[in-house]
């Protein structure tokens, strides 16, 4: 059968790619543009990629198209789909008729930390001999891919709430039918496509409804929207971890950073977890994975073990160089609350060197100004930071004035790199943050701290 994708450049759609590929299918597809690490991905599984999205691409006929939500009415392969009668299908419904159908589903939703989440879990299942599939929307490092089929009834999946596509505009997640699901968070984010909070918090209920009552629902207790989002109505036994109450899961931290865990549940403590990440958001993150994977029947003493190993995911606090004695790490964090608890963690583990932000104002969130009342904020921790400031619908000299003199606001990426670069000093840590390529100021970084010396 041959398969083609239009759209095949994001994390998700490359990942449906490798999974049909792997099914023994043909697989070719057309994008605008590839983020390196999946091209690779792709090349290596033998998937020819075409640049652009030409209705060419599409002749011969396919026996079928998966259609990627980035792809819209007017573009001319879409518009060649639809004149030309092919058969067409959403990426999440390819996923859940072809890979999900029949398997054990471990789903992990929330507007913070679902990658590494599904990372830390993928590992752990990995590492307790289960052999999962998986489709998450990054790289671990103890994966190596975004995706695979697994050999066993497991299979984890990165179940993110933007909507499916152009003729389907439900979330993604309502396709996968979970009996395990972990909802680590709820705020407001995807203002592209979301009204309000409200329209985010129906369509999380929209997930829960489709859990089975033989599932387990592993929630975030100190998050209110997710606890209002479950008394609407919830048919399946839940498990909380972070809540008020000792009933769940807790970890309490024996290090500054949260590089060093007691992991607790119910009151009582079942192990330590010693590791390479740090911050509050990664201590929730295992602690969601370590009870999903009890759900599935690892013993929290296997998954701490696992935890302890697991080397983290690609653009997650990922160091990418030490020039000079300054560590440049690059992180996705692109909304208030991950950049806070980011910061936070780092801070706390940085000793007395300073932190100089980098940031990206990218997603489209960001870009409309929704979040510009708390982002400023969200930098408390960093010592100076540095907005690229190209194209945005608001002023973000204005947005960070309350920073003082801790804050450059430049539009010409060259200039701001160059301004990093001498102010960067050894013994510093300079954090790029952003959720896309950022003109790949990472390598531009590296060069311009090197020859400072």
Known sequence: MHIHI????????????????SAGHKVTGSDAGLYPPMSTQLADAGIDVMDGYAAEHLKPAPDQVVIGNAMTRGNPAVEHVLDAGLRYVSGPQWLAENVLE???????????????TSSMLAHVLQHAGMAPGYLIGGIAADLGQSAAMGE?????????????????????????????????????????????????????????????????IVHNGADEHLGEVLTRGCWTPTVSFDAADAGGWHAKPLAADGSCLMIHHGGEPVGELEWALTGEHNAANALATIAAARHVGVLPAMAIEALSVFRGVKRRMELRGTPNGIRL?????????????????????????????????RSNTMRRGVHADTLAASFTDADHVFVYDADLDWDAAAVFEGLGDAQTSRSDLDALVAEVAEAARPGDTVIVMSNGGFGGIHGKLLAALESQA
């Open 102 to 116: 029949g398997r054990w589903v471990l789903a992990v939703a929330g507007t913070h930390g679902k990658t590494t």
């Open 152 to 216: 066993s009834d497991f299979f984890i999946v990165e179940a993110d709430e933007y909507d499916t596509a152009f003729f389907d505009k439900r979330s993604k997640f309502v396709h996968y039918r979970p009996r395990t699901l972990i909802l680590n968070n709820l705020e407001f984010d995807h203002a592209d496509i979301f009204d309000d909070l409200e329209a985010i918090k129906r369509q999380f209920h929209h997930l829960v409804r489709t859990v089975p009552a033989s599932g387990q």
């Open 329 to 361: 790490f690059d992180d996705f964090a692109h909304h208030p609350t991950a950049i806070r608890t980011t910061l936070a963690g780092l801070r706390a583990g940085n000793g007395s060197g300073r932190i100089l932000a980098v940031f990206e104002p």
């Open 6 to 21: 239009l759209g095949i450049g994001g994390t998700f759609m490359a990942g449906v790619a490798l999974l049909a590929r």
